[in-house]
T-cell receptor, first 116, second 113 residues
Framework: TQLLEQSPQFLSIQEGENLTVYCNSS?????LQWYRQEPGEGPVLLVT?????EVKKLKRLTFQFGDARKDSSLHITAAQPGDTGLYLC????????????????FGQGTRLTINP | DSGVTQTPKHLITATGQRVTLRCSPR?????VYWYQQSLDQGLQFLIQ???????AKGNILERFSAQQFPDLHSELNLSSLELGDSALYFC????????????FGPGTRLTVT
């Protein structure tokens, strides 16, 4: 099983500050996804990165896939209280399961709190 | 709103009992996935169905089983419940059998007392 390690586990900062959270693995992933989960709700897909070195932006959120496709980062500029949540990275767990199905493995998440 | 629905929202039951969790995927999605989320284990993949057939298994206990019906809704059956089965159970769906992007339902919080 391929593992994804996220850091930091917890992060609490003031509104307006910038932050970066990380998702690392010793294995190569064909793609990585980032999800945000709010209390009492299911994870919501934010972005998928596929190509090594790829950078994707979603408003104030910037996602980067490492050149070797073993790691990814999420940078938030001028954080707002609405950014509070659990950020999860996930990727397909190889080898493929029966009949080509793929399992998604998740990191433990970074719990982000933005204080007004 | 992801379009994936799950019922019930909360479930409280005693050890040794059996419960059924229900999931309706997004319109048009053929794959359904079940996940368990606990504080110490994080989000763990349990099982996947595609168009009625089991396609992948994860860390699913023998006491747990699932199925997907012709109308594509899915049920997760948990039996001989133990205290350690208390967790959030999520259903997700996607269009294809191999799909990087999954859409999650709001979850069922199971409490075993």
């Amino acid at each position: 099983t391929q593992l994804l390690e996220q850091s930091p586990q917890f992060l609490s900062i003031q509104e307006g500050e910038n932050l970066t959270v990380y998702c690392n693995s010793s294995s190569v992933f064909s793609s990585l996804q980032w999800y945000r989960q709010e209390p009492g709700e299911g994870p919501v897909l934010l972005v998928t990165v596929v190509t090594g070195g790829e950078v994707k932006k979603l408003k104030r959120l910037t996602f980067q896939f490492g050149d070797a496709r073993k790691d990814s980062s999420l940078h938030i500029t001028a954080a707002q209280p609405g950014d509070t949540g659990l950020y999860l990275c996930a990727g397909p767990n190889l080898p493929q399961g029966i009949q080509g199905a793929q399992k998604l493995v998740f990191g433990q998440g970074t719990r982000l709190t933005i204080n007004p | 709103d992801s379009g994936v629905t799950q019922t019930p929202k909360h479930l409280i039951t005693a050890t040794g009992q059996r419960v059924t969790l229900r999931c309706s995927p997004r319109s048009g999605d053929l794959s359904v996935y079940w996940y368990q989320q606990s504080l110490d284990q994080g989000l763990q993949f349990l099982i996947q169905y595609y168009n009625g057939e089991e396609r992948a298994k994860g860390n699913i206990l023998e006491r747990f089983s699932a199925q997907q019906f012709p109308d594509l809704h899915s049920e997760l059956n948990l039996s001989s419940l133990e205290l350690g089965d208390s967790a959030l159970y999520f259903c997700a769906s996607s269009v294809a059998v191999i799909d990087y992007e999954q859409y999650f339902g709001p979850g069922t919080r199971l409490t075993v007392t």
